[in-house]
């Protein structure tokens, strides 16, 4: 006997109580909202929007479970503004962890990230960071690529700067001791920072003098003036005898183009301190400075490096290219007055003279 009732759904006829969500078998109200999946068989079969979420829907970055849809059967998360596969739970949002210093990504429950240092964490375990001996060289690289592809002259002092890998902690400190204005910038932390000293040899003031008969000698009208003075005669040899960078420091704990990117940008900031025409009273406005150095870094990621590559590690570590990617992203919308403002006014002069 034909039924009495039936119901049209997914291309199918059904008995009402034979519509059955085919992840927790109960029956779905025809009358709501329902998702389905399509099997093997290219047939489309019904489920409910809770169970199509815990079946098929976004997992989450943090605790591995898939996040629920809310009353309005919509699924809410926050993501990764770069990397498609990193979203997490709304819950988390309060109170998200740690994040990777290297990408940023979002530290997972089940695998925690290894710590670096007083850097912070790591989320990258295939990527060794980088020492202060694995450095140097790719400092000679960043100076290379300065010199022989933007064709700026390079000073010997320059190429001589010794570089070193330090822990958060080493960094902040000298940053504070050096009134440093790094900082602000959108992006996870200070990751490097130029060390320089600035003195000026040209100014000498002389003290009042007034001469003695008894010991036929000039002297001192100030009695705490009285005796020898010092004064050392700036290096001749050097380009900007009244400047010297004594170091570069970068953070530890970093995957190798990151390291690469943030020497580049310090070797910007040394380039100005040296460079002849450098004057100390009348300093480089900082969004200019900054703007041309994260220019550099931008450049020297996209043009001075090999080829990154396209391999994955794991079930959702982005590849080396990815990262680079990550990296140039992170530089191009920095909303930071000074780091992103100034990088995009730098490019954007840099791409009308070259």
Same mark, same amino acid.
């Given at each position: 006997?034909?039924?009495?009732?039936?119901?049209?759904?997914?291309? &199918?006829?059904?008995?009402?109580?034979?519509? &059955?969500?085919?992840?927790?078998?109960?029956?779905?109200?025809?009358?709501?909202?329902?998702?389905?999946? *399509?099997?093997?068989?290219?047939?489309?079969?019904?489920?409910?929007?809770?169970?199509? %979420?815990? !079946?098929?829907?976004?997992?989450?970055?943090?605790?591995?479970?898939?996040?629920?849809?809310?009353?309005?059967?919509?699924?809410?998360?926050?993501? /990764?503004?770069?990397? $498609?596969? @990193?979203?997490?739970?709304?819950?988390?949002?309060?109170?998200?962890?740690?994040?990777?210093?290297?990408?940023?990504?979002?530290?997972?429950?089940?695998?925690?990230?290894?710590?670096?240092?007083?850097?912070?964490? +790591?989320? !990258?375990?295939?990527?060794?960071?980088?020492?202060?001996?694995?450095? #140097?060289?790719?400092?000679?690289? *960043?100076?290379?690529?300065?010199?022989?592809?933007?064709?700026?002259?390079?000073?010997?002092? +320059?190429?001589?700067?010794?570089?070193?890998?330090?822990?958060?902690?080493?960094?902040?400190?000298?940053? #504070?001791?050096?009134?440093?204005? /790094?900082?602000?910038?959108?992006?996870? +932390?200070?990751?490097?920072?130029?060390?320089?000293?600035?003195?000026?040899?040209? &100014?000498?003031?002389?003290?009042?003098?007034?001469?003695?008969?008894?010991? #036929?000698?000039?002297?001192?009208?100030?009695?705490? @003036?009285?005796?020898?003075?010092?004064?050392?005669?700036?290096?001749?040899?050097?380009?900007?005898?009244?400047?010297?960078?004594?170091?570069?420091?970068? !953070?530890?704990?970093?995957?190798?183009?990151?390291?690469?990117?943030?020497? %580049? /940008?310090?070797?910007?900031?040394a380039w100005f301190k040296l460079h002849p025409r450098f004057d100390i009273?009348?300093?480089?406005?900082?969004?200019? @400075?900054?703007?041309?150095? #994260?220019?550099?870094?931008?450049?020297? !990621?996209?043009?001075? +490096?090999?080829?990154?590559?396209?391999?994955?590690?794991?079930?959702?570590?982005?590849?080396?290219?990815?990262?680079?990617?990550?990296?140039?992203?992170?530089? @191009?919308? $920095?909303?930071?007055?000074?780091?992103?403002?100034?990088?995009?006014?730098? %490019?954007?002069?840099?791409?009308?003279?070259?």
């Amino acid at each position: 006997k034909p039924a009495a009732t039936f119901l049209v759904a997914l291309d &199918k006829k059904y008995h009402p109580e034979c519509f &059955k969500c085919v992840g927790c078998h109960q029956v779905i109200d025809s009358k709501g909202p329902f998702a389905y999946m *399509v099997g093997e068989d290219q047939q489309k079969h019904p489920l409910h929007r809770k169970c199509y %979420a815990e !079946l098929y829907g976004v997992k989450c970055a943090v605790c591995m479970a898939s996040i629920p849809a809310g009353p309005d059967g919509k699924v809410s998360f926050v993501k /990764h503004p770069f990397f $498609d596969k @990193e979203q997490m739970c709304p819950s988390h949002a309060r109170n998200p962890g740690r994040r990777c210093t290297g990408c940023h990504r979002f530290e997972p429950e089940r695998e925690p990230f290894a710590d670096i240092n007083d850097s912070g964490s +790591l989320c !990258l375990l295939f990527l060794l960071p980088m020492d202060s001996e694995d450095a #140097q060289p790719l400092w000679d690289i *960043v100076i290379k690529f300065m010199e022989e592809k933007l064709h700026l002259p390079i000073w010997k002092d +320059l190429r001589k700067v010794p570089i070193l890998i330090v822990g958060y902690e080493a960094l902040n400190n000298h940053m #504070q001791a050096a009134g440093a204005v /790094h900082g602000g910038s959108s992006q996870i +932390l200070t990751r490097g920072l130029c060390l320089t000293e600035h003195q000026s040899g040209r &100014k000498v003031r002389l003290a009042k003098m007034k001469f003695n008969k008894n010991n #036929q000698s000039f002297e001192s009208v100030n009695v705490e @003036e009285r005796g020898y003075t010092f004064f050392q005669v700036p290096d001749a040899t050097k380009v900007n005898p009244d400047a010297s960078v004594t170091a570069i420091l970068c !953070l530890s704990g970093l995957p190798r183009d990151l390291t690469a990117s943030v020497l %580049a /940008h310090e070797a910007t900031h040394a380039w100005f301190k040296l460079h002849p025409r450098f004057d100390i009273a009348n300093m480089i406005p900082p969004q200019v @400075e900054e703007g041309c150095a #994260q220019l550099v870094a931008m450049l020297f !990621l996209t043009e001075g +490096l090999d080829p990154a590559s396209t391999e994955t590690y794991g079930d959702s570590g982005p590849s080396d290219e990815k990262l680079r990617q990550y990296f140039k992203f992170s530089i @191009e919308t $920095d909303d930071n007055e000074i780091y992103g403002e100034g990088y995009r006014k730098a %490019a954007a002069a840099y791409a009308d003279i070259g």
